[in-house]
């Protein structure tokens, strides 16, 4: 067997589940801050030193082998050790150091983290944040991300770590004058009769549920002449008299406080829908991501609590 990776190995090890995890070099060639051939070139010395194929490569695709597969599970468990014995032996003291990718939903993002980082890369300089939006489910390996903010009502057995920050929910509003020219419905089952716009994507069921602070329900689909996946887009489409639109609070709380849109139906709301933080399935968390998760827990959890209370049913 050859040896020349033994003070590389785990480098190489690294490599080879970016590029499983990713799908391909480049993409893990980007995660680690590698050129392409860098990365494919890891990867085959660790062939080369194991003296197996572990991938199967064509132009469109990389496929594991068998050998590769019980190959890449075994690396994960090494350098969960590997990750674990550095960190006991650094201390829990130790500054936070390297790259931390973060994602998160546009609209939250905006109103919640956004406000954050600031403070939060000048209290760790040794971190380097990489911040992206998306409105679906994340794929955290795939996408190289430590932690994901998601927002659901409930979460389907995906694999990976979640922590619950705490709850929201969505309110109807629509602009002052969309009310004036086509009245303010006064029972839910009124909504029928009004231009409903509609957020779809997988983590908003189609329909729109509603319940309010005595535990009535109402269900129904909403009909309108338009449908968008982030509720940025809806929400400028109602300050422009659109329609009546069921958004999350922090997307229309600015709105609704300034004036420029009002609540219907201000008893009802959605039922809750749970914030959680989203980390790779692993049982070590590192300092960055651990500091990281502390720092929402400690600002984003009260701000979720006190913007709750500011639409509480004795306002409405």
Not at 97 to 122: I, T
Not at 135 to 162: C, I, K, M, R
Request: hydrophobic share 40%.
């Amino acid at each position: 067997m050859s040896r020349n990776l033994e003070s590389g190995v785990i480098h190489a090890m690294r490599a080879f589940l970016r590029v499983v995890d990713s799908g391909s070099f480049t993409a893990a060639g980007e995660q680690m801050e590698l050129t392409t051939a860098q990365v494919s070139r890891l990867v085959a010395d660790l062939e080369r030193r194991l003296g197996a194929k572990l991938l199967q490569r064509t132009t469109r695709s990389r496929v594991l082998t068998d050998i590769g597969r019980d190959y890449a599970a075994r690396c994960r468990e090494i350098l969960t050790l590997v990750e674990e014995a550095e960190a006991s032996a650094a201390g829990a003291t130790a500054k936070p150091q390297g790259r931390l990718r973060l994602q998160c939903m546009a609209s939250f993002g905006q109103h919640y983290v956004a406000p954050l980082l600031a403070d939060f890369c000048a209290h760790y300089p040794g971190l380097n944040v990489n911040y992206s939006t998306s409105q679906y489910f994340p794929d955290l390996l795939a996408d190289g991300v430590d932690v994901s903010l998601y927002l659901a009502e409930s979460l389907t057995d995906s694999g990976l770590t979640a922590r619950r920050l705490g709850t929201t929910f969505s309110l109807l509003c629509a602009s002052p004058d969309y009310v004036r020219q086509r009245g303010l419905p006064v029972f839910p089952a009124d909504l029928d009769g009004h231009d409903c716009l509609r957020v779809v994507n997988p983590s908003v069921s189609p329909d729109w549920r509603l319940t309010d602070h005595q535990g009535n329900s109402y269900s129904f689909t909403p009909q309108g002449s338009l449908v968008a996946d982030t509720p940025e887009l809806l929400l400028e489409m109602a300050t422009r008299g659109a329609g009546v639109t069921l958004l999350p609070l922090f997307s229309v709380i600015d709105a609704i406080q300034a004036g420029r849109l009002i609540r219907v139906l201000p008893r009802w709301r959605s039922p809750d829908i749970g914030v959680f933080a989203l980390l790779p399935s692993r049982s070590f968390v590192d300092a960055k991501t651990r500091v990281w998760l502390k720092w929402i827990e400690q600002h984003i959890s009260p701000r979720l609590q006190a913007d709750a209370a500011y639409f509480s049913p004795a306002d409405a």
